[in-house]
């Protein structure tokens, strides 16, 4: 049966490579040492004709050999329509990309399993590891370390503490305002605002201080478990508020796009919940059966604040509308992964499109305003396709753990992949652009296409 699934995998990887030149405006594939759990995007650093510079936030989770690390590269992003067809297919699945340099390393105290940037400053990062608590990071202010077996933690520039028991995956920043919000398995939901502490975050740690060093405002905050027996120091901060209507481990959280006090959460326990800090802690809105099974991931909409994502190991995404959550019912259900859904994010760009990524190893587009319309005459949807699909990247060979689309350049995302369970270690990091007539509006695309018909039709008569 294994056998049957790797052939299967090869075969569908095989033929997404013959299709890359056709389907892709640009793509880079880095191999990792070391699986990431966490990939994303961090600020522009520069632009150039032809390409942009940019800071990319991943992880190492290792086998122990060397410590865990909190990664953060410089990613060369190449401009659309300037990829060569010939240079996109070209590259070696063993081999790490000219395009990914890593730039600092973080010994991070236990492993990375979720990373969030802070909208406001996306150079402060929150990290999700085997503890109960949440640890922000200034990359720039931190030293570079090297990361070889028996070398102490980087010291965090804050700790978030509030946890009972370990949070390791849920965690969201707030896009109005500096706060955290956290879920783990204590089934509570955790919000923290570091207001106080942004603009003292370089002065606590600088690169000149060593990194065990302690202060007289550090403290020490947890043991952490999962394997994880060093003690983690460093400034500490009380939770703003803890919530509770979970019955099972939180798995991920969300903040309403357009305010601070409202949030979302889903967990182990099937349920959606919906809250309002400004009407206590306890849950808004509660939908109990959002799916048939856990609920890994969700995603609020920044374009229609109205529309919430939610993922599940029932291999389903759906989408509900806020104004009609007490009907228990999604909008919509969108079947098109043969496993557990891990991760969903709408596009920064336009506000009926999503990803969505799944232990199948696909991550599938979606344009949920195509449901129910005439099928297109470009011959680019497949035409068994679910509905509202419309692109399927299938470069990753094993489940793809998390993916992000870059706000800067909005159809660019970056994606990654465990590939432990088919290579028996490592990771693959991809960076990709789908071609621009696949998403254009088909009047637009057509007209393009139609200028080049004399050229066509003239490489026939040769």
Same mark, same amino acid.
């Given at each position: 049966?294994?056998?049957?699934?790797?052939?299967? &995998?090869?075969?569908?990887?095989?033929?997404?490579?013959?299709?890359? +030149?056709?389907?892709?405006?640009?793509?880079?594939?880095?191999?990792?040492?070391?699986?990431?759990?966490?990939?994303?995007?961090?600020?522009?650093?520069?632009?150039?004709?032809?390409?942009?510079?940019?800071?990319?936030?991943?992880?190492?989770?290792?086998?122990?050999?060397?410590?865990?690390?909190?990664?953060?590269?410089?990613?060369?992003?190449?401009? +659309?329509?300037?990829?060569?067809?010939?240079?996109?297919?070209?590259?070696?699945?063993?081999?790490?990309?000219?395009?990914?340099?890593?730039?600092?390393?973080?010994? =991070?105290?236990?492993? &990375?399993?979720?990373?969030?940037?802070? @909208?406001?400053?996306?150079?402060? &990062?929150?990290?999700?590891?085997?503890?109960?608590?949440?640890?922000?990071?200034?990359?720039?202010?931190?030293?570079?370390?090297?990361? &070889?077996?028996?070398?102490?933690?980087?010291? @965090?520039?804050?700790?978030?503490?509030? $946890?009972?028991?370990?949070?390791?995956?849920?965690?969201?920043?707030?896009?109005?305002?500096?706060?955290?919000?956290?879920?783990?398995?204590?089934?509570?939901?955790?919000?923290?605002?570091?207001? /106080?502490?942004?603009?003292?975050?370089?002065?606590?740690?600088?690169?000149?201080?060593?990194?065990?060093?302690?202060?007289?405002?550090?403290? $020490?905050?947890?043991?952490?478990?999962?394997?994880?027996?060093?003690?983690?120091?460093?400034?500490?901060?009380?939770?703003?508020?803890?919530?509770?209507? =979970?019955?099972?481990?939180?798995?991920?959280?969300?903040?309403?796009?357009?305010?601070?006090?409202?949030?979302?959460?889903?967990?182990? /326990?099937?349920?959606?919940?919906?809250?309002?800090?400004?009407?206590?802690?306890?849950?808004?809105?509660?939908?109990?059966?959002?799916?048939?099974?856990?609920?890994?991931?969700?995603?609020?909409?920044? =374009?229609?604040?109205?529309?919430?994502?939610?993922?599940?190991?029932?291999?389903?995404?759906?989408?509900?509308?806020?104004?009609?959550?007490?009907?228990?019912?999604?909008? $919509?259900?969108?079947?098109?992964?043969?496993?557990?859904?891990?991760?969903?994010?709408?596009?920064?760009?336009?506000?009926?499109?999503?990803?969505?990524?799944?232990?199948?190893?696909?991550?599938?587009?979606?344009? $949920?305003?195509?449901?129910?319309?005439?099928?297109?005459?470009?011959?680019?949807?497949?035409?068994?396709? +679910?509905?509202?699909?419309?692109?399927?990247?299938?470069?990753?060979?094993?489940?793809?753990?998390?993916?992000?689309?870059?706000?800067?350049?909005?159809?660019?995302?970056?994606?990654?992949?465990?590939?432990?369970?088919?290579?028996?270690?490592?990771?693959?990091?991809?960076?990709?652009?789908?071609?621009?007539?696949?998403?254009?509006?088909?009047?637009?695309?057509?007209?393009?296409? /139609?200028?080049?018909? @004399? =050229?066509?039709?003239?490489?026939?008569?040769?």
């Amino acid at each position: 049966m294994k056998g049957e699934k790797g052939r299967s &995998v090869e075969e569908k990887y095989t033929q997404w490579k013959s299709l890359v +030149p056709v389907l892709y405006d640009w793509l880079a594939n880095h191999n990792l040492v070391w699986p990431s759990l966490s990939c994303r995007w961090g600020p522009q650093l520069e632009q150039a004709t032809y390409k942009t510079r940019q800071r990319l936030y991943l992880s190492e989770q290792t086998d122990g050999s060397v410590p865990n690390t909190l990664v953060i590269a410089n990613c060369e992003v190449v401009k +659309p329509r300037v990829a060569a067809a010939e240079h996109i297919s070209q590259f070696n699945e063993e081999a790490r990309s000219p395009f990914v340099k890593k730039y600092k390393t973080i010994i =991070h105290p236990g492993e &990375v399993n979720r990373i969030r940037e802070l @909208p406001q400053n996306s150079k402060i &990062v929150a990290t999700h590891t085997d503890s109960p608590d949440v640890l922000i990071w200034d990359v720039e202010a931190q030293p570079n370390r090297h990361a &070889v077996l028996g070398a102490a933690d980087s010291r @965090p520039d804050l700790i978030l503490t509030g $946890h009972q028991e370990n949070a390791e995956f849920a965690l969201a920043m707030c896009p109005t305002e500096p706060f955290v919000l956290s879920g783990g398995k204590d089934k509570s939901v955790v919000l923290w605002s570091i207001q /106080d502490h942004i603009s003292t975050l370089a002065k606590e740690q600088g690169p000149t201080k060593s990194p065990g060093s302690t202060s007289t405002s550090t403290k $020490h905050a947890s043991k952490g478990g999962g394997g994880n027996d060093n003690h983690v120091e460093g400034p500490s901060v009380e939770a703003r508020g803890i919530y509770l209507g =979970h019955e099972d481990t939180v798995e991920d959280v969300q903040f309403c796009p357009s305010s601070a006090q409202e949030f979302c959460s889903v967990g182990d /326990d099937s349920c959606l919940i919906l809250w309002d800090a400004r009407a206590g802690s306890t849950p808004a809105i509660k939908v109990e059966k959002a799916h048939n099974a856990d609920i890994h991931c969700v995603d609020w909409n920044r =374009h229609d604040v109205n529309l919430i994502l939610t993922g599940s190991a029932d291999n389903t995404i759906h989408m509900f509308d806020r104004r009609n959550l007490s009907s228990g019912s999604p909008v $919509h259900k969108f079947v098109g992964h043969s496993a557990a859904v891990l991760c969903v994010q709408w596009s920064p760009d336009k506000s009926s499109v999503f990803g969505s990524s799944a232990e199948d190893g696909i991550l599938n587009i979606w344009d $949920h305003e195509k449901i129910g319309k005439r099928q297109d005459t470009t011959g680019l949807k497949a035409p068994n396709a +679910p509905p509202g699909l419309f692109f399927q990247h299938a470069g990753h060979r094993d489940k793809v753990v998390d993916f992000h689309w870059n706000t800067s350049d909005p159809w660019t995302i970056v994606s990654v992949s465990d590939d432990c369970e088919s290579t028996n270690g490592g990771g693959t990091l991809q960076i990709w652009r789908m071609i621009d007539l696949i998403y254009r509006p088909v009047d637009e695309v057509l007209a393009e296409l /139609d200028k080049f018909k @004399p =050229h066509i039709l003239g490489c026939e008569q040769n």
